[in-house]
């Protein structure tokens, strides 16, 4: 569970870092570990995973994305997140003229 943890977190915020600019990683990780939340969260429940299991569960995953959305967010400036999107619509209109 570990490894997968860390696989989920790990790869996607090298690649953000690597390919985005400085003032936007934190939004955009933000919304990436919300995303992952959501999922984790959705998973446990399909799979009826008990919440009050002895061992790590994906309940516990999903606390610890959301936890780690949020320091993300309150790091991050508001200003930040209005760059992420200016620079996502940028590059749709880009991919859109060729």
């Not at 570990?2 to 003032?23: N, Y």
């Not at 991050?76 to 590059?91: N, T, V």
Request: proline share 3%; with cysteine.
């Amino acid at each position: 569970m570990v490894a997968l943890f860390g696989t989920l977190v790990g790869f996607p915020a090298v690649l953000m870092i690597r390919m985005l600019d400085q003032e936007i990683v934190l939004p955009a990780f933000s919304i990436l570990l919300f995303a992952e939340a959501a999922i984790a969260a959705l998973v446990a429940r399909a799979i009826h995973v008990g919440e009050n299991a002895a061992s790590i569960t994906l309940w516990d995953f999903a606390g610890a994305f959301t936890f780690m959305g949020c320091a993300a967010a309150i790091l991050g400036e508001p200003d930040q997140a209005a760059l992420f999107f200016e620079e996502q619509a940028a590059q749709r209109q880009e991919s859109q003229l060729k």
